[in-house]
């Protein structure tokens, strides 16, 4: 399967600033996650998005839906000191298809 | 309580040995999912199961064994032809609709 393109790799912010990341792929997909991972435990579902477009918000998250299907967004505002973890990306085709991850953003937050 | 359940978290292998890592789900969902988590890697696929005694390889299935015998169960057996089998194992399943849901993940190490 396709790997998606996740940027940035890194993240080192300080306490208060608002955080983004993205993920494109070259393909199209129906459903794109996010993921939060902290270190020794499995990946937890942040949001799903299902429709090109969508703009969702779980807290302080919000995740768009790119309108040409291929690329995601997800901002954090005002960060504290448990946002750190690795935040993945993930994209599917349809329902009878695996996911297709990104490599992750590793967010470190400085109080 | 509902969820994924791995276990053990934590397995060490001799060379040439065949060791099984546990996956059961109370979620009633038909599909599951085995990654595999590298450093720097994200989560590549080994194997995955949409119903009962049906399974399909994934992007690196070579090395490893699945079976899924009942909807609750999903074990993968990591064999002596795996050569690198070092890693963090993830076991998941999909609700209905895309959104898939992770256990908290196997550590298998070999010494």
């Known amino acids: 399967g396709q790997q998606l393109n996740q940027s940035p790799q890194s993240m080192f912010i300080q306490e208060g600033e608002d955080v983004s990341m993205n993920c494109t792929s070259s393909s199209i997909f129906n459903t794109w996650l996010w993921y939060k991972q902290e270190p020794g435990e499995g990946p937890v579902l942040l949001i799903a998005?299902?429709?090109?477009?969508e703009l969702t918000s779980n807290g302080r998250l919000t995740a768009q839906f790119g309108i040409t299907r291929k690329d995601s967004f997800l901002n954090i505002s005002a960060s504290i000191p448990s946002d750190v973890g690795i935040y993945f990306c993930?994209?599917?085709?349809?329902?009878?298809?695996?996911?297709?991850f990104g490599k992750g953003t590793s967010l470190l937050v400085t109080p | 309580d509902g969820g994924i359940t791995q276990s053990p978290k934590y397995l060490f292998r001799k060379e040439g040995q065949n060791v099984t890592l546990s996956c059961e789900q109370n979620?009633?969902?038909?599909?599951m999912y085995w990654y595999r988590q590298d450093p720097g890697q994200g989560l590549r696929l080994i194997y995955y199961?949409?119903?009962?005694?049906?399974?399909q390889k994934g992007d690196i299935a070579e090395g490893y064994s699945v079976s899924r015998e009942k909807k609750e169960s999903f074990p993968l057996t990591v064999t002596s032809a795996q050569k690198n089998p070092t890693a963090f194992y993830l076991c998941?399943?999909?609700?209905?609709?895309?959104?898939?849901?992770f256990g908290e993940g196997s550590w298998l190490t070999v010494v």
């Open positions: 979620l009633n969902h038909d599909a």
């Open positions: 993930a994209g599917q085709k349809d329902s009878g298809y695996a996911l297709n």
């Open positions: 998941a399943s999909r609700a209905d609709g895309n959104t898939i849901y």
């Open positions: 998005l299902y429709k090109a477009g």
């Open positions: 199961s949409q119903i009962v005694n049906d399974f």
